[in-house]
């Protein structure tokens, strides 16, 4: 058989770009290995390397338990040592299940923060906290309707300022959100969370289809270098296991990256989701006072021009009168 010259180059060339693809895609992600959680976790005794543990946290061979299925249980994972990374991917393969066929809750978190171990009543971490937070949101606490659905996965961006309102489902300090059917599934559940020349985005692969599905993307993030990873869940009235099965960190190397110093810098994001549902409490009614003191008012004055145009009416009258006699 005889093989053209052309079909050799465009052989040739092929397998050169092919390569040259996946050689890319090895070489240019590195794996850091201080800022990931990977089995087997125990590796040197009873310590994991790098990483702290608070609360409810239950360590196994195949999982490290957040919080069992039970209720008023908060538990997290920090990662002990600052990540100066400045380009970043972490991948979070988790799993969130249990009993309750309605009821369940409350979530867990995923955080790049500045005080790790910190618990407090976001997802089990620390409230007006300065970075990053993911939130897989399992129970929709907000009465009435919700432009979205439960399990919820939503960015927050803080500089120490902003409450994460509980009650409201964090709803108006979110960046961006989506819907995620996580909890319960029969497939393998992965989170992916991308930062890249201060683009955010979120992706998820819970379908089983071993491909990542974006859930959002919100531009303008900025984040300091140095904070710590962590991941942190809660149980409340409702209850869940919330599981990490592992963390990966990939440090990405940008070629056009700006040479800044971002040690010092406040977490901040250029826009935030327009405000979904923001039904302000309707405008009271007005108050039977305000209602009476308006009336008087409003009676006060026309009496005033009334007689007011009686009195400059009779003067006139006078006046007439006057020059008449
Ligand atoms: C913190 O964030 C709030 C709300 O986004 C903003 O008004 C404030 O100026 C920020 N403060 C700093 C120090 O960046
Ligand atoms: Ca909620």
Same mark, same amino acid.
């Given at each position: 058989m005889k093989i053209s010259l052309k079909t050799l180059l465009f052989l040739v060339f092929h397998f050169i770009n092919l390569s040259f693809v996946f050689g890319a895609w090895n070489t240019n992600d590195y794996l850091k290995r201080e800022h990931s959680l990977v089995k087997p976790y125990q590796a040197s005794g009873i310590s994991i390397p790098f990483w702290d543990f608070t609360g409810s946290v239950m360590i196994t061979n195949n999982y490290i338990r957040l919080t069992p299925d039970l209720q008023s249980k908060s538990g997290a994972v920090w990662n002990n040592v600052p990540c100066h990374v400045k380009n970043w991917e972490l991948q979070v393969h988790f799993k969130v299940y249990g009993k309750g066929k309605d009821l369940f809750g409350d979530g867990m978190a995923i955080w790049y923060t500045k005080q790790p171990l910190t618990s407090g009543s976001v997802f089990g971490s620390l409230d007006f906290f300065h970075g990053l937070g993911i939130f897989l949101d399992t129970y929709a606490n907000q009465n009435g309707p919700h432009n979205h659905g439960h399990p919820y996965l939503s960015a927050m961006v803080n500089n120490g300022s902003l409450h994460y309102d509980h009650d409201r489902d964090g709803t108006h300090t979110e960046l961006a959100g989506c819907e995620a059917k996580f909890r319960n599934s029969e497939h393998e559940t992965h989170l992916s969370i991308r930062y890249e020349n201060d683009v955010l985005t979120v992706s998820t692969d819970i379908e089983g289809k071993s491909a990542w599905e974006e859930c959002f993307t919100v531009k303008g993030v900025r984040l300091p270098t140095g904070y710590f990873f962590g991941s942190s869940a809660t149980t409340g009235d409702l209850s869940d296991n919330h599981d990490i099965i592992s963390m990966r960190l990939y440090e990405l190397e940008v070629s *056009? %990256?700006?040479? %800044? *110093?971002?040690?010092n810098i406040a977490p901040a994001a250029a826009f935030f989701a327009p405000p979904r549902d923001h039904v302000d409490d309707p405008p009271p009614p007005m108050s039977g006072t305000k209602l009476y003191l308006i009336i008087v008012c409003a009676l006060l004055g026309l009496c005033v021009c009334i007689i007011g145009g009686v009195m400059v009416f009779q003067r006139s009258q006078d006046s007439n009168r006057k020059r008449l006699y």
């Open positions: *056009d %990256e700006k040479e %800044e *110093d971002r040690s």
